[in-house]
């Protein structure tokens, strides 16, 4: 019995291991095709000091005005295919959906990225200018242009790309990208960046979205990716879509883009491998490094995005300027204030033995009682400015008070002869030291 349970055991065994193989064999090219895109996925998609983060507050801000449009782009001239006899030549475009304009304070605005063959893009703000080409070489070139936004990150809906080929002199095989396969349009980072973080940005055309690579398993290019190298450092995009990047080191930096297909090799086509060098300096002073860092306000800047915004910038400056002068014109009613206030203290601190007078004035005799009420009056605290008068009448009319020489024969004669100039001060001294001798 045990002997036949063993049996079914090992017989169960070898079924359940043959329907395994049986699973992989089915699946074997299956496996096989993605062992490389398994191996890029496992890979993370930023390494190194390179990291990807959030784009910049205002810029996300800013990105709302803008959503609305779908710019059309159009190339005039030259002609597909024409055969040109000059090797300088003049581009013409037509946009429509999207207003093409640069801000003159900020030099912003909505343009184009025109880039002919893999040269670094042109901006155009204004396409009512043609924009020329000299010195072409004889043979067949790329025109590619594409609308992008004020911060240089192009619009992606259809038809705001357009791309022709033309020939100056004669044909040749060069500059001609392979209508078939998915190519790759090189644009951000490019030129000096004054902060972080940078755009990172490109354009893809003839590439299925990703979406579709499970209804087109047999086809090479459903699971393409699109690979970046960043100073030697490399990480790959399954998405196409704008990204921003820090930990760019100070000065020269280089930049590769790369086009792949679903094993992760390069898809060779004109244009589709790119290389580009940046310089980042961190204290750029420039409008998109100021927006970058969050320096200037949503208002103070969405005249890149609306051509017939005016910027509020000035009103607060005015609105400044009157809340500073009233401040003036505080301190002015304020000075009068304090200057009333340095006059009795001055007499105060001139009349401080005057204080102590009240109560002297009653221990001397009627003689000297005369005069004190009327001095007694004004020394008061509260009536301080009284004080004031009376000495003014004192040094001016010295003579005619006749009351006052009664009083002095009561010190010494030493005293009389200080009496005319200070009457009062001296006598007042003397009384309260005469007091404590009689006491």
């Keep these: 019995m045990k002997l036949w349970f063993g049996r079914m055991h090992s017989l169960i065994k070898v079924l359940m291991v043959m329907i395994i193989i049986l699973n992989l064999t089915g699946c074997g090219e299956k496996v096989v095709s993605q062992e490389v895109f398994e191996k890029l996925a496992a890979r993370p998609k930023i390494s190194g000091q390179i990291s990807e983060v959030a784009p910049p507050v205002i810029i996300q801000e800013l990105g709302h005005f803008l959503s609305a449009y779908q710019p059309q782009v159009s190339i005039i001239t030259p002609q597909p295919e024409e055969v040109l006899q000059d090797n300088t030549v003049k581009a013409r475009f037509q946009v429509k959906d999207l207003p093409i304009f640069k801000n003159s304070q900020l030099n912003l605005g909505p343009h184009l990225h025109v880039i002919l063959d893999n040269q670094p893009y042109r901006a155009v703000y204004d396409v009512n200018q043609p924009l020329t080409f000299s010195d072409l070489a004889p043979g067949t070139h790329t025109l590619r242009v594409f609308a992008s936004r004020p911060w240089h990150e192009s619009f992606k809906n259809a038809g705001a790309y357009a791309q022709i080929k033309f020939h100056v002199f004669t044909k040749t095989e060069d500059n001609t990208p392979d209508p078939s396969l998915p190519l790759l349009t090189y ?92 310089t980042y300096d961190a204290d750029g002073q420039d409008t998109l490094a100021q927006i970058v860092r ?62 102590s007078i009240p109560p002297v004035n009653n221990v001397p005799s009627p003689t000297t009682v005369p005069p004190t009420p009327q001095e007694i009056k004004p020394p008061t605290p509260e009536e301080t400015p009284a004080v004031a008068p009376q000495e003014k009448l004192t040094s001016e009319s010295q003579p005619e008070n006749q009351p006052i020489p009664q009083v002095t024969p009561v010190p010494s004669p030493s005293t009389n002869s200080q009496l005319p100039q200070e009457i009062k001060p001296p006598v007042l001294e003397e009384t309260p030291t005469i007091v404590p001798q009689d006491n």
Excluded: H
């Design 187 to 278: 644009s951000r980072p490019q030129g000096s960046y004054g902060a972080e973080p940078i755009l990172l940005d490109f354009y893809l055309t003839n590439a299925p979205l990703p979406i579709l690579a499970k209804d087109n398993p047999e086809n090479p290019m459903a699971d393409w990716r699109v690979r970046c190298t960043i100073n030697g450092e490399s990480f790959v995009l399954d998405r196409w879509q704008s990204v921003y990047l820090k930990g760019f080191k100070p000065g020269k930096n280089w930049i590769k883009l790369e086009f792949l297909d679903r094993q992760g090799n390069p898809v060779i086509n004109a244009f589709n491998s790119t290389t580009r060098t940046i």
């Design 294 to 355: 969050g320096e200037l306000s949503v208002e103070q800047v969405r005249g890149i995005v609306d051509p017939n915004y005016t910027a509020k910038i000035p009103e607060p400056k005015t609105t400044e300027i009157p809340a500073s002068v009233p401040s003036p014109q505080e301190m002015k009613p304020a000075t009068p204030e304090e200057t009333p206030t340095i006059v009795p203290q001055e007499e105060s601190t001139s009349q401080q033995p005057v204080e």
